[in-house]
């Protein structure tokens, strides 16, 4: 009998979702660490919610003739009950049903809320761009001045800052109110129509759908056209005016640069007033690394009580990009101890010495899978460890422990397991007094 062997085709993570290895998640740790940190120094707290969503809610919030409702949602039926659930594109709509369904706005006053997660965009894969993407979103409830448009872009500018990232700029336009943007909006597809010879597939599908996205367009052959089309800030009414340029003055006195980008309209439906993005040269073609503005009209939109609203989001694949083309992001987590052991009783003991010096806070390594004293002492060396402890069976049977500076100078020392703690502590300080000294 002749045995026939398949092969089996090795299995794969779903085209343009990420895995993300133990190198690269240690920078994404220390990148969230220091969001977390920039978060709370501006009293924003967190908020999680569920990934998959009902659809409606998308469709609802976004608008139905956007990229993403159009084009790039994850949709699928449960398959128990037939309801139409979406992996969720982005956070800000999620974010408003939760705060409707919770009434967190009963109770008057504002809410500044921010989550950070996976986003499910079905594109097309590129440096920049993924199906499987996070993001960390800011949102803030319940305030209407311009005040908080201008916190959440001096609160960018700050993270640009603390993460060292070079050349991001910041460009801002108003979208203004619904009426106005209706009025522009006729004024618009009345100029657009007068060219439509010269738009693109792209642009002549829009026209009647989404005019206001035709301005956006990459197309170069018709930077031009867009160029001169009617502008949405020559139709904003006193009042819009009135919060663009109050957004504008604190931008100002924070010596925050950024230019209007008259063409700037952002491509959910949800937004009006102010909108920014951030952008840097440094990324390709992938550019914006956060992005956001006003949504007055959401709250209501969904079901809740008339409630003003601002937010924004930021693209953590990109950023994070931006942080290593800055020289950011090097340093990756490292041990303070190894602990290598050879013989029964010492590992028991080693077992022992590695919980008593995590017990004070220490970060160890106990070496696992035996080998000898050379091998592991290698594996000590490559961890990054900066002392070894060292347990042979002479050390077991009078219950003390080698101790071994791997980067600095000094030989072992032998120390009993109740003076570890206190004897680690003082190689390692003296350590760090030598690095940093004179
Ligand atoms: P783009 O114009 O690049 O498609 P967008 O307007 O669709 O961006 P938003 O919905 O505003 O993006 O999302 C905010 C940020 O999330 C973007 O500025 C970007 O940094 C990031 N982002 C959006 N889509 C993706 C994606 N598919 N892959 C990686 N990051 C993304
Ligand atoms: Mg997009």
């Known amino acids: 009998m002749t045995e026939k062997k398949t092969t089996i085709q090795a299995l794969q993570a779903v085209r343009g979702m990420n895995d993300i290895l133990p190198d690269e998640a240690e920078v994404w740790e220390h990148f969230e660490d220091i969001v977390r940190d920039w978060l709370k120094s501006y009293g924003y707290r967190p908020i999680r919610m569920p990934i998959v969503e009902p659809t409606p809610l998308f469709k609802r919030a976004i608008g139905e003739v956007t990229d993403i409702v159009e084009k790039e949602m994850y949709s699928f039926e449960d398959a128990l009950n037939g309801e139409q659930l979406t992996l969720r594109p982005e956070g800000t709509a999620s974010c408003v049903r939760a705060v409707i369904q919770h009434k967190l706005l009963h109770g008057g006053g504002g809410h500044r809320l921010y989550y950070h997660g996976p986003m499910f965009r079905h594109e097309r894969p590129q440096k920049g761009r993924y199906r499987q993407f996070h993001q960390i979103g800011v949102e803030a409830l319940g305030f209407e001045g311009p005040d908080i448009d201008a916190e959440h872009i001096l609160m960018c500018a700050r993270l640009w800052d603390d993460l060292g990232l070079e050349d991001v700029s910041l460009e801002l336009n108003s979208l203004g109110s619904s009426e106005e943007r209706a009025?522009?909006?006729?004024?618009?597809?009345?100029?657009?129509?007068?060219?439509?010879?010269?738009?693109?597939?792209?642009?002549?599908?829009?026209?009647?759908?989404?005019?206001?996205?035709?301005?956006?367009?990459?197309?170069?052959?018709?930077?031009?056209?867009?160029?001169?089309?009617?502008?949405?800030?020559?139709?904003?009414?006193?009042?819009?005016?009135?919060?663009?340029?109050?957004?504008?003055?604190?931008?100002?006195?924070?010596?925050?640069?950024?230019?209007?980008?008259?063409?700037?309209?952002?491509?959910?439906?949800?937004?009006?007033?102010?909108?920014?993005?951030?952008?840097?040269?440094?990324?390709?073609?992938?550019?914006?690394?956060?992005?956001?503005?006003?949504?007055?009209?959401?709250?209501?939109?969904?079901?809740?009580?008339?409630?003003?609203?601002?937010?924004?989001?930021?693209?953590?694949?990109?950023?994070?990009?931006?942080?290593?083309?800055?020289?950011?992001?090097?340093?990756?987590?490292?041990?303070?101890?190894?602990?290598?052991?050879?013989?029964?009783?010492?590992?028991?003991?080693?077992?022992?010495?590695?919980?008593?010096?995590?017990?004070?806070?220490?970060?160890?390594?106990?070496?696992?899978?035996?080998?000898?004293?050379?091998?592991?002492?290698?594996?000590?060396?490559?961890?990054?460890?900066?002392?070894?402890?060292v347990i042979g069976e002479d050390e077991a049977a009078a219950g003390e422990v080698g101790l071994k500076p791997l980067r600095g100078p000094g030989g072992q020392q032998r120390v009993a397991l109740e003076g570890l703690a206190d004897a680690v502590a003082e190689c390692l300080f003296t350590e760090e007094e030598d690095d940093g000294g004179v």
């Not at 694949?317 to 950011?328: F, K, Q, T, V």
């Not at 070496?367 to 091998?375: A, L, M, T």
């Open 183 to 389: 009025r522009h909006r006729a004024e618009l597809v009345a100029y657009l129509q007068a060219h439509e010879a010269r738009l693109d597939e792209d642009g002549k599908r829009r026209l009647h759908t989404n005019p206001l996205r035709i301005l956006d367009t990459k197309n170069p052959e018709l930077q031009d056209l867009v160029e001169a089309a009617p502008r949405l800030v020559d139709f904003l009414g006193e009042e819009s005016l009135k919060h663009f340029e109050g957004v504008q003055a604190l931008l100002k006195d924070a010596g925050v640069h950024f230019r209007i980008n008259h063409r700037l309209v952002r491509g959910l439906d949800y937004y009006n007033r102010t909108v920014f993005e951030w952008v840097t040269t440094r990324l390709g073609a992938q550019g914006t690394v956060c992005a956001g503005g006003r949504y007055d009209g959401l709250v209501e939109q969904l079901g809740g009580r008339p409630a003003p609203a601002a937010g924004f989001a930021m693209g953590v694949e990109r950023l994070l990009a931006l942080w290593r083309e800055s020289g950011g992001g090097g340093e990756t987590a490292q041990p303070d101890v190894y602990v290598v052991h050879q013989g029964e009783q010492a590992l028991r003991l080693a077992f022992r010495a590695a919980e008593a010096l995590r017990g004070h806070g220490f970060a160890v390594l106990a070496h696992c899978g035996g080998g000898s004293f050379k091998s592991q002492m290698k594996k000590a060396d490559a961890s990054g460890a900066q002392l070894a402890v």
